[in-house]
């Protein structure tokens, strides 16, 4: 799994960087979330000397992952496989986790000491540890139990084997029964105008703002930003921006979006459109109705306030100076008597 494109508010519980890259080789998903090839997950080579697979059930064989649809109160029954490549016995530890995207939009899954609030509190091994002797294969039960109160919506998660610092796990996808709600915002949009030396010309701009997964769906989010003068006028879009990476519901995804030829028409509106993207557990993706928001900005050359200053500085100097020439002027000779009258 990699990232989509270019964070999400949560840091803890991070997969050292060797477990996260076979992370990634283990789980692919449909639409970027997560997921998995068919092949078990196992780690980068000389890493890890286990692999962990999907059991082979009711639910089928080979599966790259798991993904259950339960109703609040719901209970299923499921496995793990795990493989003891090594010449000695592997004891690892087993643990069901939250998922959650980091900062450089990948997925990953919380600690086993962080609070689980979804699929980590919901599902359970039989069995917080297991020993494979060498060369042999374990299947370790787990079970889903939704509680009665369990919110409608889609859930992400993982069940985890763990051994000295490395970790190697399967994605759950969760759906729980109800309405679903996916929705997105746009929450803090600034305008920033770098302006221009040229008072004729156009400038660059900087669009930043945080979309908001503030519905009960996994969504990414098509995103499209747009700034125009009064009245519409001077219209100018940012080049291609990728897909934002999936987000989980409460999640947030903080966006900077640079706009180049930016005419500084004194009032900049600077307008973000969201389309998003719902994608199902079979990977079939719904773009949903498109949701905008719109910020301004005061925008001016730079330069032409200088100018302004400059030119208002000629024409004091030049009324100054005019004052002074008529000040200077020599006066008439004086005269004296009283001037006679003609008769």
């Not at 100018?236 to 979006?257: F, M, N, Y």
Request: glycine letters at 12%; charged letters at 15%.
């Amino acid at each position: 799994m990699q990232p989509s494109r270019p964070r999400t508010t949560t840091t803890a519980g991070s997969l050292t960087r060797a477990a996260f890259a076979v992370f990634l080789t283990v789980l692919l998903t449909a639409g970027g979330v997560l997921g998995t090839g068919a092949r078990p997950a196992s780690a980068a080579d000389g890493e890890a000397s286990w692999t962990v697979a999907t059991a082979s059930n009711d639910f089928g064989s080979d599966r790259p992952n798991y993904s259950y649809t339960l109703d609040p109160g719901g209970r299923v029954e499921d496995g793990l496989v795990v493989a003891n490549h090594g010449a000695t016995p592997l004891r690892l530890s087993v643990y069901a986790a939250d998922a959650f995207t980091t900062e450089q939009g990948w997925l990953d899954l919380r600690g086993v000491n962080a609070k689980q609030t979804g699929v980590g509190a919901w599902v359970r091994a039989d069995r917080s540890g297991v020993t494979i002797p060498a060369g042999e294969t374990a299947e370790v039960p787990f079970t889903v139990a939704l509680p009665d109160d369990a919110a409608p919506g889609e859930y992400m998660g993982g069940i985890v084997t763990a051994a000295d610092g490395q970790r190697l796990g399967i994605r759950i996808r969760l759906r729980v029964g109800g309405e679903l709600k996916p929705a997105l915002s746009v929450e803090n949009l600034q305008v920033r105008y770098s302006g221009t030396p040229n008072p004729l010309g156009t400038g660059d701009a900087t669009v930043t703002y945080t979309i908001r997964n503030d519905g009960n769906g996994i969504l990414a989010a098509r995103q499209a930003v747009s700034l125009s003068g009064p009245f519409g006028h001077w219209d100018v879009r940012a080049e291609h921006i990728d897909d934002s990476p999936q987000l989980l519901p409460g999640e947030t995804w903080k966006v900077s979006v640079p706009v180049h030829g930016v005419t500084p028409a004194l009032r900049l509106t600077g307008t973000v459109t969201l389309v998003p993207l719902l994608t199902d557990a079979a990977g079939s993706v719904a773009p949903l109705a498109a949701v905008g928001s719109s910020a301004h900005a005061w925008t001016l050359p730079w330069a032409l306030p200088l100018v302004l200053v400059v030119v208002c500085g000629l024409f004091v100097a030049a009324l100054a100076a005019r004052r002074r020439r008529r000040t200077a002027l020599p006066q008439g000779p004086a005269r004296s008597g009283t001037p006679l009258t003609q008769e």
